[in-house]
C-alpha cells in the first residue's frame, strides 16, 4: 500500500514536472526581465566585516521592503560575496555577477583599491555602482565615473571636518601613519592639503603594509620622534583599533601629541571601550543615536549579525537602495536594466529623502551630499550603556561638507 | 656625519626593544609548532587559531565568571589543551600514517571552521581585555617608554622557551618523547604508551599556543582572525629555523622579530614581506633551516 502510494505520488510528481517545464520556464523568462538584480560585495571575513559585510545586505533587504517595489510587481534578487579586500578578487566577482548572471547593481564595496577596480568595470559594461563603502574622493574626482554614486563619506569629508576640527585646536604639526594602498593614499593627501592651506606643515609620514599590520608599536615611535602635534591615522577598522590601543599602551601621547582618528567607525570604538577610546574626535554622516528618525531606522532594522549597532556604511547602503528603488519605479524595470547609466541619472535628478541621512541630493559628479556631523566619544561616566557613545560637538551642512564641484578634476563636470 | 650616526641609532634604540617584544610571540608560536612538528609529524595549521581561542578563553572567563587574567593564564591552556587533544583524538591521530600533507589539509580545515564560527558568533572588529592592574605600570628607558605589560611577555616567554627545552632535551620524558619519534615500535615494545604520549604531546603544543593567546590579549584586541595574521609569519620563522628544531625556532623568532622592527624604521612599506624574503634565501641555501638536520 504505502509502496503503491509513493510509486503513485512520483508519477504524479513526474507528470507535473514534465508538463509544467515550458510553462515555469516562460515565467522564468518573464520574470528575469522583470527581475533587478542586486550584488552587494564587500568584506565578509577581514577586518571590515562589522562595518559592512552582512549588515550591508540585510540594509539592503530592509530597503527592499519598505520602498514597496515588489508590490509594483517588481522582484528583486539580492546576492552578496567577499572580496577579502583584494582588487582582484573583487573585479573577478564583478565580472562574473556582470557577465554570467546579469547583474544590474553593484552596491557597497569597501576598500577603496577594490572599489577604483569595480568603478571601471561597472562603468565599462553600463551598469550601477552605488558607492557606501569605500573613502577615496578618486571616485568622483580624477577616477570619477557617470555610472558611479559615491554615496556614505570620502576622505575629503574627514580631512575637512576631523581635520579641520583639530587644526582648530591648535594642531599645526602633523605625522602620518598611512595604510600603504589607495584609501590610506588618498586620506593622507586630503588631510595634507587642508592642514598646509590652513597654515599647517606636514612633518613627516610611514606606510603601514595593508593588510597584515597587526604591531603599530614601531610606526608610532617613529611619530613620536618627530615632535608632530597631531599624529593622524590615515588608516581604517582593525588598523586603527590597534593604532589607537597601543598608542595609549606606549604613552605616545604623553608629550601633548594628538592622535587622529581620520576614519573611525562605531564598531572601532565599541572594540576600543571607552576607556581608550574617551575624548577622541571623529566625523560620520550617520549615528544611530542622532535624532528620532535614525533611531527608528536602527530599530527597523533590528539586530546585525555579531550583535551590532549599524555603521554609516550599512546606512548608507540603505539609503542608497531605496533611492535606486524609486527611479527603478519611476523609469520602469525594461529602461532601468537596459542602461545603468541612465538608472544613475533619474537619481541623480530626484532629491533623496530617508531616515538613516535625512533630506539629500546626489551632485553631476556622482557625490551624494548630505550633513557631516563632528562627534567626540563619550568619558565612560557619560555613556549610559553599551552603543551610547558619542557627543554631537559640530555640524558642517551638507553644501559645505564635500570637496567643491569644479575642484575635483572630474570629467563630467567639464564636459 | 657623527650626528646622523647618533641619530640613526636613537631611531634604532627602540625598534631593537620591539623587535624583542615581538619577537617573543613569534617564538612562543613556533616553539609549539616546532614540538608538535619534531614529535607527530604534523604541520600544524590550527595552531593560529588555538592560539585564538586562548585569547577568547580568557575574554570568557573574565566576562562570563569573573575570572580574572593570572588564573586564565593557566586555566584557558589547559581548556585549550583539551580541546586539543579532542581533535588529536578524533582525527589527527587517524593521519600519521600518511603524508604530511593530509594533516596540514586536516588541521588548515579546523582552522577555518574554528575561526569562521568565532567570527559569527564575536564579530571581526575584536573585545576589550585590559591589563592586569598588577603589570599597569611602566619604564621610561630614557629614548621610549616600555610597558610593564610587554617587558613581562618578553620575560615569560623566554622562560617558558627554557622550560620547553630543558624539559624535552634533559628529562626522562624528553627521552621517550624523543625516542618514540624515531622508532616508536621499539618504545611501544619498552612498555611505554606512544599513541597516549602523542596525544599529549599535541595537547601540549595547543596548550602553548593558547597560553600566548592569553598574553596577547591585553595587547591585540581579542579578534577571531588575530592568529591567522601571526600563523603565516611563524610558519615563515618555523621554516627559517629549521622544521622541528626546538632551540631553532627560538632563536629565529626573536632574530626575526628584531629584523622586522629594524625594516620598519628604514623600509616601512617591506616590513611585512622581510621574512618571507629571509625564508626564500634561507630555502635556496639551507634548505633545512638554519638550524634543521637535513
Known sequence: MTIERRTLLTGA?????????????????????????????????????????????????????????????????????????????????????????????????????????????????????????????????????????????????????????????????????????????????????FVRSSGGQIVGSVRTPFPGTTDFSSFLQQAQRSRAQVIGLANAGGDTINSIKQAAEFRITRGGTRLAGLLVFITDVDSLGLEVAQGLVMSETFYWDLNQRTRAFTQRLGTLPGNIRPSMVQAGCYSAALHYFKAVMDMGVPAAKASGLDAVNRMKAMPTSDDAFGEGTIRPDGRKLHDCYLFQVKTPQQSSGRWDYYNLIGTTPAAQAFRPLTEGGCALVRA | MLETIIFELEMAAPQIVLGLVNGAFYALLSLGLAVIFGMLNVINFTHGAQFMMGAFVAWMLLHYLGIGYWWALILSPLIVGVVGVIIEKTMISRLYKLDHLYGLLLTFGCALVIEGVFRNNFGVSGLPYAVPPELRGGFDLGFMFLPGYRAWVVLVAIITCLVTWYVIEKTKIGSYLRAATERPQLVQAFGINVPRMMTLTYGAGVALAAFAGVLAAPIYSVRPDMGASFIIIVFAVVVIGGMGSILGSVVTGFALGFLEGMTRVFWPEASATVVFFIMAIVLLTRPAGLFGRA
Open chain 1, 13 to 193: 510528481a513526474g507528470a507535473a514536472a514534465l508538463g509544467g517545464l515550458p510553462f515555469t520556464s516562460r515565467s522564468a523568462r518573464a520574470q528575469a526581465a522583470n527581475t533587478i538584480r542586486i550584488g552587494v560585495l564587500n568584506d565578509q571575513s577581514g577586518l571590515y566585516r562589522d562595518l559592512s559585510g552582512p549588515g550591508s545586505t540585510q540594509a539592503v533587504q530592509m530597503a527592499i521592503r519598505e520602498s514597496g517595489i515588489t508590490q509594483r510587481g517588481i522582484n528583486v534578487e539580492v546576492v552578496q560575496a567577499d572580496h577579502q579586500n583584494r582588487p582582484d578578487v573583487g573585479s573577478t566577482v564583478v565580472r562574473q555577477w556582470i557577465d554570467r548572471d546579469g547583474l544590474d547593481v553593484v552596491m557597497d564595496v569597501p576598500t577603496s583599491s577594490v572599489a577604483l577596480a569595480v568603478n571601471t568595470l561597472v562603468r565599462e559594461r553600463n551598469k550601477v555602482f552605488l558607492a557606501s563603502g569605500p573613502a577615496t574622493s578618486d571616485l568622483t574626482g580624477a577616477q570619477c565615473s557617470p555610472n558611479t554614486i559615491h554615496w556614505t563619506y570620502d576622505t575629503y569629508m574627514l580631512a575637512r571636518s576631523t581635520g579641520g576640527a583639530l587644526v582648530a585646536a591648535g594642531g599645526r604639526t602633523w605625522f602620518f601613519l598611512t595604510a600603504d594602498y589607495a584609501f590610506g593614499h588618498a586620506l593622507e593627501r586630503d588631510v595634507s592639503n
